[in-house]
């Protein structure tokens, strides 16, 4: 057992665990709050995975700027106790769980049926220096310039439009 | 011994369903855009993954890309769920039905 496989059990149960338990809180700011810790145990994990930059970027973007907005928009809104509606309609949702985990035990027998492992192996070193700042501003400032750019425009006109609609009182 | 790498696509699969469940069955239209957050990340998950073993920075770049469309997105979203709620004074998805005829 080294300390990667440790680590991996650690945050990879951590990272299910807070997801199932996001989904299954009738309160949406506790939903909120597991999926803050499901961002930053994923962020341990890119850590893993020698992604420093991305790991960074994550509990930054993730767990602090986006959630933080969804936390403000819940408190702002103040909506009701979902045990209402979330008691009823049993059916619909034994209905959903069965055919996910359709879904889910379909995809783990193409997983082990392709077996990536066996073709696929990590150069530790090689994927070390993949993952750095360096490396990846370099990428993305040279290769990468177009999307970039493209990712700017975007964010300014989403800024603008969220404005716009938030505001605008419509029938 | 290393990880194989099945693990991590197992458990970015295992979010992903997390993920489904979540948008099908949770009816406050905030929660159902989390789950669609969730979902976002075990796709980066496996793009990460890949990205490590291959050794290759395109992922990571890609994931870079996925992470500002996902801050847009929630700020888009969160602004309709907002224009929404001082229209029907509710999140609730089954009451949100404007565009059913």
New interface residues.
């Given amino acids: 057992m080294?300390l990667?496989?440790v680590l991996?059990i650690l945050f990879?149960s951590i990272?299910?665990i807070s997801?199932?338990l996001?989904?299954t809180r009738p309160n949406?700011v506790i939903?909120?709050l597991f999926?803050v810790l499901?961002?930053c145990s994923?962020a341990g994990?890119?850590l893993?995975?020698?992604?420093q930059?991305?790991a960074v970027?994550?509990i930054i973007?993730?767990a602090g700027?986006?959630m933080v907005?969804?936390l403000f928009?819940?408190m702002?809104?103040n909506?009701?106790k979902?045990k209402r509606?979330?008691e009823q309609?049993t059916k619909?949702?034994i209905f959903?769980?069965a055919i996910?985990?359709l879904?889910?035990v379909q995809?783990?027998y193409i997983?082990?049926l392709s077996?990536?492992?066996e073709v696929?192996?990590?150069?530790?070193a090689?994927?070390v220096?993949?993952?750095t700042v360096e490396?990846?501003g370099r990428?993305?400032f040279t290769n990468?310039i177009l999307?970039f750019e493209a990712?700017g425009y975007?964010?300014l006109?989403?800024?603008i439009?969220?404005?716009v609609?938030?505001k605008?009182?419509?029938e | 011994?290393?990880?194989?790498?099945?693990?991590?696509?197992?458990?970015s699969?295992?979010?992903f369903?997390?993920?489904?469940?979540?948008v099908?069955?949770?009816?406050?239209a905030?929660?159902v855009?989390?789950?669609i957050?969730?979902m976002l990340?075990s796709a980066?998950?496996t793009l990460?993954?890949?990205?490590?073993?291959?050794?290759?920075?395109?992922g990571?770049?890609f994931?870079?890309?996925v992470?500002?469309?996902?801050?847009?997105?929630?700020?888009?979203g969160?602004?309709?769920?907002?224009?929404i709620?001082?229209?029907k004074l509710?999140?609730?998805i089954?009451e949100i039905n404007i565009l059913k005829w």
Avoid: H, W
């Fill in positions: 080294t990667e496989i991996f990879g990272c299910a997801a199932v996001m989904i949406p939903s909120a999926l499901n961002f994923l994990l890119y893993i995975l020698n992604a930059f991305i970027a994550q973007v993730y700027a986006i907005f969804f928009v819940i702002l809104l909506p009701e979902e509606f979330f309609k619909l949702r959903v769980i996910v985990a879904i889910l995809i783990v997983i082990f077996s990536p492992s696929i192996t990590r150069e530790v090689r994927s220096e993949t993952g490396n990846i990428e993305m990468y999307p990712a975007l964010l006109a989403a800024t439009g969220a404005l609609i938030a605008k009182k419509f | 011994m290393q990880i194989p790498i099945e693990y991590y696509l197992i458990l699969a295992f979010m369903t997390v993920g489904i469940v979540g099908l069955t949770r009816r406050n905030i929660v855009f989390m789950s957050e969730l990340n980066n998950l990460i993954t890949y990205s490590s073993y291959l050794g290759d920075v395109a990571q770049l994931v870079f890309f992470m500002s469309v996902a801050a847009a997105e929630a700020a888009v969160l602004a309709i769920i907002i224009a709620y001082r229209n509710t999140v609730n089954d």
